[in-house]
Structures are given as C-alpha cells and as structure tokens.
C-alpha cells in the first residue's frame, strides 16, 4: 500500500438537503472500506465497528471492485487506499460518480436495465456484453431482485478472481422464473487473484436462490472459463 486511506463521501440518501440546525443520528453511516491489503482491512473493521454511528456495510480489495460494491450497496462513504491493483483511486472516483442516485430501487433486468447495470463493471475496466431474452414482469418482485444483486456478486469475482476477463452475462425472462447467467474467459496472465474480500460469494448466491425455491451453480466451464447460473422462480411459478 503507498498511501494512507483517502475517503470518498459520497450524497447522502436525502438527497444531500441542506439543515440550519443539527438532525439527531438515527441511522449509522453506511461506510464501504477499499484496500488491497486483508490485514489493513480488518484493521480497519475494528475500529469502525466500534464507532455507535458507523456500519462497515462491506469490504473491496481493488478500485474496480470498490466501484461494483459501491453500485450495489450504495454506501453513504467509501473509505479507499489511494492506490491499488485494478484501477487507482482516479478512476474509481469516476466509476463512483457515475453511480445513479441511491435513492431509486434496482433498475429492471430489461435491455435498458441490464446496460444500466453494467455501466459501473465497464467503468471499473471489465469487458462484459449482454444478451436479454424476454420482458421483465411488470411489477418486479423478488425473483427480479435477487437476480440483479445476483449479477452484481458474479461481476465482482471475475473481477476478483479472474481480473478484467472477457464476460458474458445473459437473462432469460420467463413466466415461471428468472434465469441469470455471468460466463467469463478465465484467468488473465498476470493477475493477481484476490484470495481474501468482501461479498457473498458462491454460498451467498445459492442461498439468495434457495430462498425462492431455486437453484444455482457455480464452476469451470469447457472453454477454461467459470460460469455462474442461477434459476430464480417466480410467485406461483412451477419449478
């Protein structure tokens, strides 16, 4: 690490209104921690966590996953090394900034969504593209949900794991399910595997889809990549 913690605040979730006069604290500060070093992150975790109005909402090793982690946590700080693996503190500010407001629930995993979606893995350097086969149901409900945060955790291992891997990412909207599907190209030469982070990971996704009913696998694929599948039934849907 060659500088010291550099915190990127970010709009508050009122929409950074102006008071004349002081608002008692009734929820903590969501804040993200960003480090390429572990042992500086749970350093870090232990202080925070002892601070009444801080919530450490989650943990990223490099700028590119610090970006992703932000767009689906929407934390109220970053607190971010100002220089690690994956993209510098530059660049993540850009992919920060280019965050929607907090404020909106997760855009639909329609055509329009899913480039929604993506912009901040492509900010933060991971060429992804996209294929959308049907229409997403009119009033999204769970199944919706759990698919983009599902996504979201999928994008940021190949980051993690695979570093800025050629990616495909396709949705199948069906009557009775969603079905999500994160491929990349396997490991680049010279990538730094991140072995230690935050996020859910495979047992996070599997129990997202365990808890509607469905299923999903993660592993190798034939073309020396790794895909992640996840099936996501909808209320009344026949599995």
């Known amino acids: 690490m060659s500088g010291g913690p550099s915190p990127l605040r970010r709009r508050r979730r009122d929409g950074g209104a102006r008071h004349n006069h ?6 903590p500060i969501a804040l993200l921690v960003a480090d390429d070093q572990s042992v500086v992150r749970a350093g870090l975790r232990v202080v925070l966590d002892a601070a009444a109005d801080i919530a450490v909402v989650g943990e990223a090793a490099n700028g590119a996953e610090a970006a992703l982690r932000a767009a689906e946590l929407r934390p109220d700080v970053v607190l971010m090394d100002v220089q690690m693996p994956g993209c510098d503190v530059a660049e993540a500010v850009r992919a920060l900034a280019d965050l929607a407001p907090p404020t909106r629930p997760p855009a639909p995993l ?6 929604e979606l993506l912009a901040p893995a492509r900010a933060a350097g991971l060429p992804v593209t996209a294929e959308v086969e049907g229409e997403p149901a009119a009033e999204p409900g769970e199944a919706d949900l759990f698919a983009h ?14 570093g800025p891997s050629a990616t495909r990412l396709r949705v199948q909207h ?18 730094r595997t991140v ?28 073309e020396a990549g790794w895909v992640v599948r996840a099936r996501l039934p909808r209320p009344g849907g026949s599995t």
Do not use: F, K, M, Y
């Open 22 to 27: 002081r608002v008692p604290i009734t929820n």
């Open 195 to 222: 072995t230690r982070g935050s996020g859910l990971g495979l047992v996070g996704v599997r129990e997202r889809a365990a808890l509607l009913g469905g299923a999903a696998e993660a592993g190798p694929d034939a």
């Open 174 to 191: 069906r009557p009775q399910e969603v079905v999500v599907e994160v491929r990349d190209s396997g490991v680049l030469p010279g990538h």
């Open 110 to 115: 329609s055509r329009a969504g899913v480039e």
């Open 149 to 162: 945060r599902i996504v979201v955790e999928a994008l940021t291992n190949v980051l993690r794991h695979a």
